[in-house]
């Protein structure tokens, strides 16, 4: 069964840093693209930033230039280093990937994320 397990949530002030980290288990062949959403309370769920297995990446206008999204397949490990952080990126930030060779769509179970002085 595939899992997916964030880490490196946590408070931190505006302006600080925080590296997520999402391990995928369960998989001998790896996900697909990869990615980080993020959901606010009374706000849908969106994409913050994804990463196809090559290294291609997409992210959202609001964290371009401040957020980098990074993978290491040899350790199924996909990565979101988040910089100049503002209060308006306090969300829940799930790690997503889609099935290499099946259409198969796995989430973690989301970290906390609070920006706040």
């Known amino acids: 069964q595939v899992q997916l397990v964030e880490s490196g949530g946590g408070q931190v002030q505006p302006g600080g840093s925080l590296l997520l980290s999402c391990v995928v288990s369960g998989s001998s062949v790896g996900l697909g693209t990869m990615g980080w959403y993020r959901q606010a309370p009374g706000k849908q769920r969106e994409l913050v930033a994804d990463i196809g297995r090559g290294g291609t990446t997409n992210y959202a206008d609001a964290v371009k230039g401040r957020f980098t999204i990074s993978r290491d397949n040899a350790k199924n490990t996909v990565y979101l280093q988040m910089n100049s952080l503002k209060p308006e990126d306090t969300a829940v930030y799930y790690c997503?990937?889609?099935?290499?060779?099946?259409?198969?769509?796995?989430w973690g179970q989301g970290i906390q994320v609070t920006v706040s002085s």
């Open positions: 997503n990937g889609d099935g290499r060779f099946s259409r198969n769509v796995y």
